[in-house]
């Protein structure tokens, strides 16, 4: 019926007969590009892997294979791949960035640090996706703990990137951690009279789970007394 014909469809790469047709020809490349495509990247991993085996490997198809592997929510396998198509085209951007992501998703913040930090070496300020590489940068230095680091970065990309509000929100989180609660109160004050940021920022109105109103209410509570609470900043 319908249903097995569209299975079928799904798994032709399977067959003998896929086999003996593909057989010296890019047919099996052109499947994986379509599987690829429709978003199928079960069967796109497949046949991509078997191309492996069968040629010379290039920093596109291991980054599709990487790519294939995260949407499919595996992980390590995505960033191993990233890493081989890294060591084929070093410093790719796209390829770093994805490196970074796989390593927070993992839970390795000092090595998606490191990735960040390597990628924004190759960016140019003003960058298309420079706003969001500054942003995940400093939200992994705030993940870590390093929260002066974070502030002295944050600082730096402000000037460059004005209007892009999230990055004083960004800000007054790590005045809180450093128990600079006005500057903290300042900063939010600051974000909510600020016009929204152009539609090309990568904007988000949580952070850490918490928005700038439930921060502020927050902030307010200790702000009278800063000398209330000793903390350490790094």
């Excluded at 569209?6 to 047709?21: E, G, M, Q």
């Excluded at 020809?25 to 892997?49: G, H, N, P, R």
């Excluded at 929260?147 to 790590?174: G, T, V």
């Excluded at 900063?187 to 850490?208: C, G, K, N, V």
């Amino acid at each position: 019926d319908f249903n097995d014909m569209f299975k079928l469809s799904l798994n032709i790469h399977k067959t003998t007969f896929f086999d003996v047709l593909a057989s010296g020809s890019d047919i099996k490349l052109q499947a994986a590009e379509y599987y690829f495509t429709k978003k199928f990247y079960v069967q796109a991993i497949e046949v991509y892997e078997e191309l492996i085996q069968e040629q010379e490997p290039s920093a596109a198809l291991y980054q599709k294979i990487g790519f294939s592997y995260q949407k499919n929510a595996q992980i390590n396998q995505a960033l191993n791949a990233y890493i081989k198509a890294d060591l084929i085209l070093p410093d790719d951007l796209w390829t770093v960035k994805k490196i970074a992501i796989c390593y927070r998703l993992s839970g390795d913040y000092e090595k998606a640090l490191e990735a960040y930090q390597q990628a924004a070496k190759n960016t140019v300020p003003g960058q298309g996706f420079g706003p969001i590489l500054v942003k995940k940068t400093a939200t992994t230095l705030m993940e870590l703990q390093h929260f002066q680091e974070a502030l002295r970065h944050l600082k730096y990309y402000q000037a460059i990137y004005p209007d892009f509000k999230d990055l004083i929100f960004l800000q007054a989180i790590c005045h809180l951690n450093c128990g600079r609660y006005s500057q903290a109160l300042a900063h939010l004050q600051i974000y909510l009279e600020m016009p929204a940021s152009p539609d090309w920022y990568p904007t988000e109105t949580r952070y850490f789970g918490v928005s700038p109103e439930e921060l502020i209410a927050r902030v307010e509570k200790v702000a009278i007394d800063e000398k209330a609470r000793l903390t350490v900043c790094i």
